[in-house]
């Protein structure tokens, strides 16, 4: 891959449904526009069986959604490289430069969607059993676990959702929760409590993921009276929040104690001409239609920047 030596008008970090409504809307504006994007266009939105809530489809699943919206920001002349961002920084002038594995970019503003990848448990055998039972993709690895037990670490919406299509291959889920009452909705919540191959274990949480070649248990331990004991299972998949991908921005775009990206309610971030749209930044709410409303105000808040830096040299 080679990137051009002039520079964009916009690039844009991710290809989440935030990501690709910026270059979106970038696109359809005549500004040139470029999306990195480290994996596969969707971002979460990828690895989600069903979605029931995204205006104009009943039902839809993530991966038809993805696709959906990477066509058509591509329509509109959004060009979408897979590279890993390294790094951000101010260049000469106000340009900024992208450092990715590929080479550097260089951007007259820059929408920094990014999103976040599932936190970890960080419980002993997680990582050295990840891939061989241990998954936070219930819709990617679920087939794998036909006619086993499984265990959701979780009581959030995702945790629910993923909880549910793991049914249908798991002949047993069983989510562990350490509150005593659900997080989630009040939908998913009816849903999972419907469906007969769901239960609920309410005030453990998991301390150890057991087994030598592939996961064979947990060890989970009650909150209340601190008793420790071990289930069976043949899959753990954690469900336990999201951690901001943020590690590559400079000191000066502010963070909230979370590594969030903090803006106004324009997505600008506190390096003149950066944006930030999605689940990089800190929200109340976090949903696709969050997402895509961001992803519109940062492109046109970009495109607004430029057409004033243009009238300034003009001037």
Request: with cysteine.
């Amino acid at each position: 891959m080679a990137f051009k030596t002039e520079p964009y008008d916009v690039v844009v970090i991710g290809a989440g449904p935030a990501g690709l409504t910026a270059a979106l809307y970038a696109a359809r504006s005549n500004l040139e526009t470029l999306v990195l994007e480290k994996e596969v266009p969707g971002g979460q939105i990828a690895t989600t069986n069903d979605i029931e809530n995204y205006p104009g489809f009943r039902t839809v699943s993530g991966p038809e959604l993805a696709e959906t919206m990477e066509k058509h920001a591509r329509a509109f002349g959004a060009r979408i490289e897979f590279t890993v961002v390294e790094g951000l920084e101010m260049a000469e002038g106000e340009l900024k430069r992208i450092r990715t594995s590929d080479g550097d970019v260089l951007a007259r503003t820059v929408i920094i969607a990014s999103g976040s990848e599932p936190r970890k448990l960080g419980v002993p055998g997680e990582d050295r059993l990840r891939g061989r039972g241990v998954s936070y993709c219930a819709t990617c690895d679920g087939a794998f676990f036909q006619d086993k037990v499984c265990v959701v670490v979780g009581g959030g919406d995702s945790a629910l959702q993923e909880g549910n299509y793991l049914t249908r291959f798991a002949s047993r889920v069983i989510v562990v929760h350490r509150r005593d009452r659900l997080r989630a909705s009040e939908a998913q919540q009816a849903k999972a409590r419907a469906n007969p191959k769901m239960e609920f274990l309410f005030n453990h949480v998991v301390e150890e993921i057991l087994g030598e070649q592939r996961v064979t248990g947990v060890r989970v331990r009650d909150v209340v009276t601190g008793e420790r004991r071990e289930i069976a299972c043949d899959g753990v998949f954690p469900y336990v929040g999201l951690k901001p991908n943020s590690d590559f921005l400079p000191p000066e775009i502010e963070r909230d104690e979370l590594g969030r990206v903090v803006t106004d309610e324009r997505m600008r971030t506190a390096l003149p001409g950066v944006f930030a749209a999605g689940d990089i930044r800190p929200k109340e709410i976090r949903q696709i239609t969050t997402a895509v409303s961001d992803g519109t105000v940062a492109a046109m808040e970009a495109e607004a920047y430029l057409a004033t830096r243009a009238v300034a040299s003009r001037g």
